[in-house]
């Protein structure tokens, strides 16, 4: 299977500030996505992104799918953004997560 | 719409024990896969189905199965417990046409399974 690396493993920002989140694969894949894990277990669907840029309010994405790496970007951080973010990659209809960065937002 | 529904949310079993975890897709969406995810692991495919046929299955012992109905609803089975099967299971579903899921998966709330 493929690797997929995050960066960085904790993160920890004064509300208001803004952060970036990188996500490296080992392989070519179909399908891309960045999760939002609750504190319930849920994961929380931000952007399904194989290639290219979305904007979601504060959260933007860019994937470059021939660079193997995606960003996820986050301004203006609020408390609620506290959290682990995942990143999953799949080459076919698998996906192989990383390891998640832990944001923390402090007020 | 409803999204991905699991039941139980929690589970408490003994070792030695069989436990049967349900997964309700989004209406619509014929491709089911599961994960378990542990604190050492992290979050691992277990298996995926679409239109009643296992299409993928992870690297786990066969005490573990699954299946899927013919309205897209999936069961996992979990045979002779072991301590080290406790984990969050996670259940997602997509379209899923062909091989390629259609603008991604959609995750379910979980399953918490205890093994004592």
């Known amino acids: 299977g493929i690797q997929v690396e995050q960066s960085p493993p904790d993160l920890i920002l004064q509300e208001g500030a803004n952060s970036t989140l990188r996500c490296n694969f080992s392989d070519s894949v179909n399908n891309l996505q960045w999760f939002h894990q609750n504190p319930w277990g849920q994961l929380i669907n931000l952007f399904y992104i194989p290639s290219g840029t979305k904007q979601n309010g504060r959260l933007s994405a860019t994937t470059v799918a021939t660079e193997r790496y995606s960003l996820l970007y986050i301004s203006s951080s609020q408390t609620t953004d506290s959290g682990v973010y995942f990143c999953?990659?799949?080459?076919?209809?698998?996906?192989?997560f990383g390891t998640g960065t832990s944001l923390t937002v402090i007020p | 719409k409803a999204g991905v529904t699991q039941t139980p949310r929690y589970l408490i079993k003994t070792r030695g024990q069989q436990v049967t975890l349900s997964c309700s897709p989004i209406?619509?969406?014929?491709?089911v896969s599961w994960y378990q995810q542990t604190p050492g692991q992290g979050l691992q495919f277990l298996f995926e189905y679409f239109s009643e046929t296992q299409r993928n299955k992870g690297n786990f012992p066969g005490r573990f199965s699954g299946r899927q109905f013919s309205n897209s609803r999936s069961e996992m089975n979990v045979s002779t417990l072991e301590l080290g099967d406790s984990a969050l299971y996670l259940c997602?579903?997509?379209?899923?046409?062909?091989?390629?899921?259609?603008?991604?998966?959609?995750f379910g709330s979980g399953t918490r399974l205890t093994v004592v």
């Open positions: 209406s619509g969406h014929r491709s």
């Open positions: 999953a990659a799949a080459p076919g209809n698998q996906f192989y």
């Open positions: 997602a579903s997509a379209v899923g046409a062909g091989h390629s899921p259609l603008m991604g998966y959609t």
